[in-house]
Protein backbone atom coordinates (compact mmCIF):
# COMPACT_ATOMS: atom_id res chain seq x y z
CA UNK A 1 0.00 0.00 0.00
CA UNK A 2 1.19 3.21 -1.06
CA UNK A 3 0.18 6.64 0.00
CA UNK A 4 0.63 9.73 -2.09
CA UNK A 5 -0.89 12.29 -0.05
CA UNK A 6 -0.07 16.21 0.75
CA UNK A 7 -3.02 15.96 3.26
CA UNK A 8 -1.18 16.34 6.06
CA UNK A 9 -0.53 19.98 4.77
CA UNK A 10 -4.12 20.71 5.72
CA UNK A 11 -5.27 18.61 8.91
CA UNK A 12 -5.25 19.79 12.67
CA UNK A 13 -4.08 17.47 15.21
CA UNK A 14 -6.87 18.72 17.57
CA UNK A 15 -8.98 18.46 15.62
CA UNK A 16 -8.38 14.98 14.24
CA UNK A 17 -8.88 16.25 10.47
CA UNK A 18 -6.96 13.43 9.59
CA UNK A 19 -9.72 10.39 10.96
CA UNK A 20 -8.18 6.94 10.77
CA UNK A 21 -4.62 6.95 9.84
CA UNK A 22 -4.58 4.06 7.15
CA UNK A 23 -1.73 1.41 7.21
CA UNK A 24 0.49 2.39 4.47
CA UNK A 25 4.09 0.39 3.42
CA UNK A 26 5.19 3.58 1.51
CA UNK A 27 4.52 7.07 2.70
CA UNK A 28 5.11 9.83 -0.33
CA UNK A 29 4.42 12.98 0.38
CA UNK A 30 4.35 14.26 -3.23
CA UNK A 31 1.65 15.71 -6.11
CA UNK A 32 0.23 12.19 -7.39
CA UNK A 33 1.26 13.34 -11.01
CA UNK A 34 4.30 13.56 -10.02
CA UNK A 35 5.18 10.40 -8.62
CA UNK A 36 3.38 8.11 -10.38
CA UNK A 37 3.93 8.74 -14.22
CA UNK A 38 1.20 7.38 -15.95
CA UNK A 39 3.19 5.06 -18.02
CA UNK A 40 3.56 2.66 -14.78
CA UNK A 41 0.07 2.23 -14.32
CA UNK A 42 -1.53 -1.06 -14.63
CA UNK A 43 -4.17 -1.16 -17.66
CA UNK A 44 -7.58 -0.92 -16.36
CA UNK A 45 -8.56 -4.74 -16.89
CA UNK A 46 -5.35 -5.60 -14.89
CA UNK A 47 -6.79 -3.76 -11.84
CA UNK A 48 -9.16 -5.89 -9.61
CA UNK A 49 -12.05 -4.00 -8.74
CA UNK A 50 -13.64 -4.25 -4.56
CA UNK A 51 -16.16 -6.34 -4.29
CA UNK A 52 -18.90 -3.74 -2.70
CA UNK A 53 -20.02 -4.46 -0.02
CA UNK A 54 -24.42 -5.32 0.22
CA UNK A 55 -26.40 -2.14 1.46
CA UNK A 56 -30.29 -1.89 1.61
CA UNK A 57 -29.82 1.58 0.51
CA UNK A 58 -27.29 1.35 -2.41
CA UNK A 59 -28.46 3.11 -5.39
CA UNK A 60 -28.65 0.77 -8.33
CA UNK A 61 -27.19 1.62 -11.31
CA UNK A 62 -30.00 1.44 -13.03
CA UNK A 63 -33.42 1.70 -10.82
CA UNK A 64 -36.23 -0.51 -11.97
CA UNK A 65 -38.60 2.32 -10.73
CA UNK A 66 -38.47 4.83 -13.62
CA UNK A 67 -36.08 7.17 -11.75
CA UNK A 68 -32.88 8.91 -12.59
CA UNK A 69 -29.75 7.34 -10.80
CA UNK A 70 -26.46 9.46 -10.88
CA UNK A 71 -24.85 6.64 -12.66
CA UNK A 72 -27.21 6.83 -15.59
CA UNK A 73 -26.28 10.85 -15.45
CA UNK A 74 -22.84 9.97 -15.96
CA UNK A 75 -23.65 7.92 -18.85
CA UNK A 76 -25.50 10.24 -20.39
CA UNK A 77 -23.31 12.99 -20.04
CA UNK A 78 -20.41 10.92 -22.30
CA UNK A 79 -22.87 10.22 -24.71
CA UNK A 80 -23.81 14.45 -24.80
CA UNK A 81 -20.17 14.98 -25.21
CA UNK A 82 -19.03 12.05 -27.94
CA UNK A 83 -15.57 12.76 -28.66
CA UNK A 84 -15.02 15.90 -26.76
CA UNK A 85 -12.88 15.07 -23.41
CA UNK A 86 -14.86 16.47 -20.19
CA UNK A 87 -13.36 17.82 -17.32
CA UNK A 88 -15.28 16.40 -14.12
CA UNK A 89 -14.85 19.34 -11.85
CA UNK A 90 -16.86 18.01 -9.09
CA UNK A 91 -18.63 14.74 -8.76
CA UNK A 92 -21.67 14.57 -6.18
CA UNK A 93 -21.20 12.38 -2.98
CA UNK A 94 -23.06 9.82 -4.42
CA UNK A 95 -20.55 9.23 -7.25
CA UNK A 96 -18.97 5.62 -6.80
CA UNK A 97 -15.74 5.33 -8.86
CA UNK A 98 -17.20 2.53 -11.00
CA UNK A 99 -19.16 5.41 -12.78
CA UNK A 100 -16.39 6.80 -14.55
CA UNK A 101 -12.61 6.18 -15.13
CA UNK A 102 -10.28 9.21 -15.41
CA UNK A 103 -6.85 8.61 -17.54
CA UNK A 104 -5.90 11.90 -17.53
CA UNK A 105 -5.31 14.40 -14.65
CA UNK A 106 -7.73 16.54 -16.36
CA UNK A 107 -10.74 14.24 -16.46
CA UNK A 108 -11.36 14.96 -12.52
CA UNK A 109 -10.14 17.91 -10.32
CA UNK A 110 -11.20 16.00 -7.33
CA UNK A 111 -13.24 17.63 -4.43
CA UNK A 112 -12.28 20.48 -2.02
CA UNK A 113 -9.44 19.99 0.40
CA UNK A 114 -12.08 21.16 3.60
CA UNK A 115 -15.15 19.24 2.74
CA UNK A 116 -17.14 22.37 3.17
CA UNK A 117 -20.44 22.00 1.52
CA UNK A 118 -21.23 24.98 -0.84
CA UNK A 119 -17.26 24.97 -2.37
CA UNK A 120 -18.64 23.33 -5.61
CA UNK A 121 -20.01 26.23 -7.71
CA UNK A 122 -17.31 28.86 -7.21
CA UNK A 123 -14.59 26.41 -7.54
CA UNK A 124 -16.04 24.99 -10.54
CA UNK A 125 -16.36 29.06 -11.74
CA UNK A 126 -12.53 28.74 -11.05
CA UNK A 127 -11.89 25.73 -12.92
CA UNK A 128 -14.09 26.29 -16.05
CA UNK A 129 -12.18 29.71 -16.24
CA UNK A 130 -8.75 28.14 -16.32
CA UNK A 131 -10.36 25.94 -18.87
CA UNK A 132 -11.90 28.35 -21.58
CA UNK A 133 -10.08 28.08 -25.03
CA UNK A 134 -9.13 24.82 -24.61
CA UNK A 135 -10.43 21.52 -26.05
CA UNK A 136 -12.50 20.39 -22.78
CA UNK A 137 -15.78 20.50 -21.78
CA UNK A 138 -15.84 21.46 -18.05
CA UNK A 139 -18.55 20.00 -15.64
CA UNK A 140 -19.85 20.42 -12.09
CA UNK A 141 -21.81 17.15 -11.30
CA UNK A 142 -22.87 18.26 -7.97
CA UNK A 143 -25.67 17.45 -5.35
CA UNK A 144 -28.49 20.23 -4.66
CA UNK A 145 -27.07 20.96 -1.15
CA UNK A 146 -23.37 22.06 -2.56
CA UNK A 147 -25.33 24.03 -5.36
CA UNK A 148 -27.70 25.36 -2.75
CA UNK A 149 -24.98 26.70 -0.67
CA UNK A 150 -22.80 28.26 -3.51
CA UNK A 151 -24.79 28.57 -6.04
CA UNK A 152 -24.96 32.87 -6.22
CA UNK A 153 -20.89 31.94 -8.03
CA UNK A 154 -22.79 31.12 -11.08
CA UNK A 155 -23.01 34.91 -11.43
CA UNK A 156 -19.77 35.94 -12.23
CA UNK A 157 -19.46 32.66 -14.71
CA UNK A 158 -22.11 34.61 -16.93
CA UNK A 159 -20.83 37.90 -16.05
CA UNK A 160 -17.41 36.42 -17.46
CA UNK A 161 -18.80 34.84 -20.10
CA UNK A 162 -17.00 31.63 -18.95
CA UNK A 163 -18.63 28.55 -20.10
CA UNK A 164 -19.46 25.64 -17.94
CA UNK A 165 -22.14 23.31 -17.21
CA UNK A 166 -23.75 22.69 -13.87
CA UNK A 167 -25.62 19.40 -13.36
CA UNK A 168 -27.08 18.96 -10.21
CA UNK A 169 -27.72 15.41 -8.89
CA UNK A 170 -30.83 16.99 -6.70
CA UNK A 171 -32.30 14.67 -4.54
CA UNK A 172 -34.00 16.40 -2.87
CA UNK A 173 -31.90 15.97 0.84
CA UNK A 174 -29.01 17.28 2.14
CA UNK A 175 -28.78 13.34 2.01
CA UNK A 176 -25.36 13.11 3.82
CA UNK A 177 -26.96 13.92 6.84
CA UNK A 178 -29.98 11.57 6.50
CA UNK A 179 -27.27 8.59 7.04
CA UNK A 180 -25.89 10.23 9.68
CA UNK A 181 -29.19 10.78 11.67
CA UNK A 182 -29.88 7.07 10.81
CA UNK A 183 -26.40 6.19 12.73
CA UNK A 184 -27.06 8.08 15.37
CA UNK A 185 -30.70 6.93 15.92
CA UNK A 186 -29.66 3.41 15.72
CA UNK A 187 -26.89 4.41 18.61
CA UNK A 188 -29.74 5.84 20.47
CA UNK A 189 -32.23 3.46 19.71
CA UNK A 190 -34.69 6.08 18.20
CA UNK A 191 -36.58 5.54 15.33
CA UNK A 192 -34.54 5.70 12.08
CA UNK A 193 -37.49 6.45 9.63
CA UNK A 194 -37.02 9.83 11.62
CA UNK A 195 -33.68 10.55 9.80
CA UNK A 196 -35.13 12.97 7.00
CA UNK A 197 -36.04 15.63 9.14
CA UNK A 198 -34.58 18.65 8.67
CA UNK A 199 -32.26 17.12 5.89
CA UNK A 200 -35.12 16.38 2.81
CA UNK A 201 -35.20 19.76 0.70
CA UNK A 202 -38.92 19.07 -0.73
CA UNK A 203 -42.15 20.08 -0.05
CA UNK A 204 -42.48 22.19 -2.43
CA UNK A 205 -39.74 20.78 -4.69
CA UNK A 206 -37.08 23.73 -5.81
CA UNK A 207 -36.75 24.62 -9.36
CA UNK A 208 -33.01 24.62 -9.25
CA UNK A 209 -32.60 25.57 -13.34
CA UNK A 210 -34.88 28.63 -12.21
CA UNK A 211 -33.03 29.94 -9.33
CA UNK A 212 -29.77 29.93 -12.03
CA UNK A 213 -31.52 32.11 -14.61
CA UNK A 214 -32.49 34.46 -11.76
CA UNK A 215 -28.69 35.10 -12.02
CA UNK A 216 -28.11 35.12 -15.45
CA UNK A 217 -26.97 31.72 -16.46
CA UNK A 218 -29.35 29.43 -18.63
CA UNK A 219 -31.30 26.77 -16.98
CA UNK A 220 -33.19 23.79 -18.27
CA UNK A 221 -36.31 22.85 -16.53
CA UNK A 222 -35.90 20.19 -14.24
CA UNK A 223 -36.34 16.79 -15.70
CA UNK A 224 -36.86 13.05 -13.61
CA UNK A 225 -37.73 11.36 -16.70
CA UNK A 226 -35.07 8.88 -18.33
CA UNK A 227 -36.49 9.11 -20.86
CA UNK A 228 -35.37 13.14 -21.63
CA UNK A 229 -31.81 12.91 -20.20
CA UNK A 230 -29.90 12.46 -23.33
CA UNK A 231 -32.23 15.68 -24.82
CA UNK A 232 -31.98 17.42 -21.99
CA UNK A 233 -27.62 16.80 -21.62
CA UNK A 234 -27.43 17.34 -25.51
CA UNK A 235 -29.05 20.75 -25.70
CA UNK A 236 -27.07 22.27 -22.39
CA UNK A 237 -23.82 20.57 -23.93
CA UNK A 238 -24.42 22.11 -27.20
CA UNK A 239 -25.12 25.59 -25.16
CA UNK A 240 -22.01 25.29 -23.38
CA UNK A 241 -19.59 24.54 -26.57
CA UNK A 242 -21.61 27.83 -27.78
CA UNK A 243 -19.78 29.94 -24.43
CA UNK A 244 -22.38 29.29 -22.27
CA UNK A 245 -23.16 29.06 -18.66
CA UNK A 246 -26.21 26.54 -18.38
CA UNK A 247 -27.76 24.65 -15.62
CA UNK A 248 -29.40 21.09 -15.70
CA UNK A 249 -31.73 20.02 -12.63
CA UNK A 250 -32.27 16.38 -12.27
CA UNK A 251 -34.35 14.62 -9.81
CA UNK A 252 -31.93 11.60 -9.01
CA UNK A 253 -32.66 8.72 -6.82
CA UNK A 254 -31.69 9.44 -3.45
CA UNK A 255 -28.59 6.65 -2.30
CA UNK A 256 -24.67 6.15 -2.00
CA UNK A 257 -22.60 3.58 -3.14
CA UNK A 258 -23.20 0.93 -1.42
CA UNK A 259 -19.53 1.00 0.54
CA UNK A 260 -20.19 4.13 1.28
CA UNK A 261 -23.81 3.83 2.48
CA UNK A 262 -22.78 0.58 4.69
CA UNK A 263 -19.95 2.52 6.42
CA UNK A 264 -22.01 5.67 7.28
CA UNK A 265 -24.86 3.77 8.85
CA UNK A 266 -22.93 1.11 10.97
CA UNK A 267 -23.18 1.69 14.61
CA UNK A 268 -20.13 1.82 16.78
CA UNK A 269 -21.07 -1.68 17.71
CA UNK A 270 -21.21 -2.71 14.46
CA UNK A 271 -18.11 -1.61 13.50
CA UNK A 272 -14.45 -4.06 13.31
CA UNK A 273 -13.09 -4.25 16.87
CA UNK A 274 -15.65 -2.15 18.24
CA UNK A 275 -14.06 1.09 18.05
CA UNK A 276 -15.87 3.96 18.62
C1 LIG B 1 -20.53 24.18 5.21
C2 LIG B 1 -20.96 22.77 5.53
N1 LIG B 1 -22.14 22.56 6.16
C3 LIG B 1 -22.53 21.30 6.44
C4 LIG B 1 -21.74 20.24 6.10
C5 LIG B 1 -22.18 18.83 6.43
N2 LIG B 1 -22.58 18.15 5.21
C6 LIG B 1 -21.76 17.26 4.59
S1 LIG B 1 -22.48 16.57 3.25
C7 LIG B 1 -23.89 17.48 3.49
C8 LIG B 1 -25.07 17.31 2.58
C9 LIG B 1 -24.73 17.52 1.16
O1 LIG B 1 -25.90 17.54 0.38
P1 LIG B 1 -25.82 17.35 -1.17
O2 LIG B 1 -24.76 18.21 -1.74
O3 LIG B 1 -27.19 17.49 -1.69
O4 LIG B 1 -25.30 15.85 -1.34
P2 LIG B 1 -26.06 14.47 -0.99
O5 LIG B 1 -25.52 14.02 0.33
O6 LIG B 1 -27.53 14.76 -0.94
O7 LIG B 1 -25.69 13.54 -2.08
C10 LIG B 1 -23.79 18.30 4.60
C11 LIG B 1 -24.87 19.21 5.08
C12 LIG B 1 -20.50 20.50 5.45
N3 LIG B 1 -19.69 19.50 5.06
N4 LIG B 1 -20.14 21.77 5.17
MG1 LIG C 1 -28.67 16.16 -2.02
Same mark, same amino acid.
Given at each position: ???????????????????????????????????? @??? #??? !??? +? %? &????????? =???????????????????????????????????????????????????????????????? @??? #??? !??? +? %? &????????? =?????????????????????????????????????????????????????????????????????????? %??????????????????????????????????????????????????????????????
Amino acid at each position: MIQVPLDHYSHRGWSMDHQGLPPVDVFMPVEPDVAV @PFS #ALP !APS +A %L &RPSRPRKSP =MAMPPVPQDGTISIAMVADALRRAAGTQPITLIRVPLGWSGEMGHFRDPLDYLGMDGGAGIGSG @PGM #AVG !AAL +A %L &RGTDRLPVL =MTGDGDYLMGMTALWTAANAGVPLLTIVCNNRSFFNDELHQERVARDRDRPVQNRWIGQRIGDPDLDLAALARG %LGPGGLRPTDSPSELDEVLARAVAAVRDGATVVVDVHVTPGYSAAMASGMTRSHEDQEGGQP
